[in-house]
């Protein structure tokens, strides 16, 4: 599995281009990437600056040594390389796994293009096949979006942290609810809530 996600990481190298500003995402396929970028600019073919999408990218970008930007100073991107959680046969996505979903967003909103490079494991008939779909909330309204969200037949999980007490809390400072849709999402326009 590793070197796919090399590989996937590798290829979307050909899309960067030779100087500019792009969003850097997050999971573990995005560390290969890190490092290949890296590796292209030590090697004087690349002049990147990068736009984290979350505190994982901003630590990446760090560890290799990544120029690091931000959406006021650059608030249009060339380009932004993420991963993804599911990748349904219409291209289709779903994001958010590892939290950084509301920022990930963000960032891939001010691009040009987006890149999404994931291995074979993410492919799906249907997305909410593999993985619950999250939805990143305000503490405050964790109530009464799991109310509404059960009234539509959705089951919202909040999520917990693990090896800490409580909920999962976002970069930024929000809760997550993974939802459990009744059957898997064959059209994810008409899901749109």
């Not at 573990?28 to 990437?33: H, L």
């Not at 963000?106 to 492919?123: H, P, T």
């Not at 539509?152 to 930024?172: C, F, H, Y």
Request: proline share 6%; net charge negative.
């Amino acid at each position: 599995m590793t070197r796919a996600k090399q590989n996937a990481a590798l290829s979307a190298l050909s899309r960067v281009p030779k100087s500019g500003v792009i969003g850097l995402g997050s999971g573990s396929t995005i560390v290969f990437f890190a490092e290949a970028l890296s590796k292209l600019m030590k090697e004087g073919q690349a002049e990147i600056s990068v736009v984290p999408s979350s505190y994982q990218a901003y630590m990446l970008a760090i560890q290799y040594g990544l120029p690091i930007t931000n959406l006021d100073i650059n608030p249009n991107l060339d380009l932004t390389v993420d991963g993804a959680d599911e990748v349904d046969k219409e291209l289709n996505l779903t994001k958010g796994g590892g939290g950084a979903l509301l920022q990930e967003k963000i960032v891939a909103s001010a691009s040009k293009s987006l890149v999404i490079i994931v291995d074979e494991s993410k492919l799906v008939d249907a997305l909410a096949t593999k993985f619950l779909i999250p939805v990143e909330v305000l503490p405050l309204s964790v109530g009464l979006v799991r109310r509404k969200l059960s009234d539509m037949g959705i089951i919202p999980i909040l999520r917990e942290a693990e090896r800490k007490m409580g909920p999962v809390v976002t970069d930024n400072g929000n809760f997550i609810l993974d939802l459990k849709f009744p059957e898997p999402i064959n059209d994810p326009a008409k899901v749109n809530i």
